[in-house]
């Protein structure tokens, strides 16, 4: 994690590149990436109209959401002092006699880069540092030997090495594992007090053709996504680097930083034993070509389960009934877009056209026809199948003589939490009850994404019966049904 930064400098608009105002980037825990800006301006705002002071903030601010911002830090220790803003969008805005200020709230800071279009922000390498990804791959370029002859310890290290993990014909990506020396200055001090040397591991990507940013983004997000899966434990993107190779020979590689709000978190997350990882990196290294391969090719089926799932960790402080719905979409989207049923082997949308043609045949039948078929592929018997498919795992998270009780529960209090309907509120799950079932169904999807992600049901039931992760879930689930737990 980053410190809180600031960094002072003078601000302009592509489109407009004399109109500069003074301001200041802030990067903060309690707010993220913030640009404050101030302006004094020869007219005085407080003796004018709306439509005239309108049109003079327009000639003197970067309107209302600016794609993009240029700016040139003035005293900095970092590399570079330019940098550009990226979807921008504004807070505040307050006028004063002859003096305007505004502030905007930034998605993310090129740092070392000046891109004047959106089209240009392009690159051929980014190296993303995630949360986590130092404790799921448990490799250290460290060796730390004692002497007991010259009663001496000696450190060694290597300076980098990078592993690869999967290459497609867009991009190759590797495990880069770095070890950052003290710097110069430190080095050469006469009485050496300490020395830090810090090992940083990063996921880094070639692209074989210069990639956009958003692109990117979406490869950093999927990725994210299956550390999610590997960890179970919310994972955030701290920041990212990239390279663009540019035709001018003085700077034959352009290198800066990437900013994101989460780089500022007000608590670094804490380090994750080996034992609280569902599946750490060494259980999977010798298949992870494979495993990366489907869970990308899937990347946009998995995308919006993920994003409901997978919120339901990274918010620990949502409301147990936000959270509990967030699961159903995702156990929806799951169904609708991934999930086959068993006995007909295809998708529920082919159900419904094979449905309609049946109406189209028998109109005099329609209002029976959809009751009876609707019945075979409602949310409850959609829920039932899943728990039949994958049977000898799943019982092991909910008892088989309790999944009737089980799905009527999600289903009423999925209803009760849509409608509001006061006929249902009495046979809703409530207290612990409601917070056993949330941890049940993630437990359940959990096992689902893995099996999307390409492993087969007897490596999940021995995920589950030696994984520690997986105990401790089982466990909090039965300390939850003793009423010893109360809170998700």
Not at 383 to 394: A, F, G, I, N
Not at 454 to 470: K, N, V
Not at 472 to 485: A, P, R, S, V, W
Request: contains cysteine.
């Amino acid at each position: 994690m980053e410190q809180e930064l600031i960094l002072e400098g003078k601000w302009w608009s592509p489109e407009n590149p004399e109109n500069i105002i003074m301001g200041i980037l802030r990067a903060s825990p309690e707010n993220g990436l913030i640009l404050d800006l101030s302006y004094e301006s020869q007219f005085d705002f407080s003796n004018m109209g709306k439509e005239r002071l309108k049109k003079i903030h327009e000639e003197t601010a970067f309107g209302l959401n600016p794609e993009i911002i240029i700016g040139e830090v003035f005293k900095t220790s970092l590399f570079s002092n330019e940098i550009t803003l990226y979807k921008c969008f504004k807070r505040t805005e307050n006028l004063s006699n002859t003096i305007f200020k505004t502030s905007y709230e930034v998605t993310n800071a090129f740092h070392g880069f000046r891109f004047l279009k959106t089209q240009d922000i392009k690159f051929d390498t980014i190296s993303i540092d995630f949360s986590g990804l130092h404790d799921w791959v448990k490799i250290s370029l460290f060796q730390d030997q004692y002497e007991s002859n010259k009663k001496r310890h000696v450190l060694e290290y290597k300076r980098r090495e990078e592993i690869p993990l999967i290459k497609t014909k867009e991009y190759e990506i590797f495990l880069e594992l770095s070890v950052k020396p003290p710097s110069v200055i430190s080095t050469r001090s006469f009485a050496k007090k300490e020395i830090s040397y810090k090992q940083e591991t990063k996921i880094k990507l070639y692209f074989v053709d210069t990639k956009n940013f958003e692109d990117c983004l979406n490869i950093a997000y999927t990725l994210r996504d299956f550390l999610n899966l590997m960890i179970f434990a919310p994972v955030q993107i701290i920041s990212m680097t990239g390279t663009i190779d540019t035709p001018q020979q003085f700077k034959p590689i352009q290198f800066g930083e990437i900013k994101f709000p989460s780089s500022y978190l007000a608590a670094q997350p804490k380090s994750l034993r080996i034992y609280e990882i569902l599946i750490p990196y060494n259980n999977v290294k010798d298949n992870i070509e494979k495993l990366l391969q489907n869970w990308l090719k899937k990347a946009g089926d998995l995308r919006p389960i993920c994003d409901f799932y997978f919120d339901s960790f990274r918010n620990p402080d949502t409301m147990a009934e936000s959270t509990f719905l967030s699961l159903i979409i995702a156990f929806e989207s799951y169904l609708n877009n991934l999930m086959f049923l068993e006995s007909e082997k295809i998708r529920t949308d082919e159900l419904r056209k094979i449905r309609d043609e049946i109406i189209k045949k028998c109109k005099s039948y329609k209002e029976i026809i959809l009751n009876q078929f609707w019945i075979r592929i409602n949310l409850r018997d959609r829920l039932r199948d899943l728990l039949e498919r994958l049977e000898p795992v799943c019982e092991k998270i909910v008892p088989k003589s309790e999944w009737e009780n089980f799905l009527s529960k999600i289903i009423i209090t999925r209803n009760y939490l849509t409608h509001h309907s006061k006929k249902l509120e009495k046979r809703i799950a409530k207290g612990a009850e409601f917070i056993k079932i949330i941890h049940q169904l993630r437990l359940i999807l959990n096992i689902y994404l893995l099996q999307e992600l390409g492993l087969d049901l007897a490596f999940i039931e021995q995920l589950i019966e030696e994984s520690h992760r997986y105990q401790f879930e089982l466990k909090k689930i039965e300390l939850i049904t003793q009423g010893k737990i109360r809170k998700l």
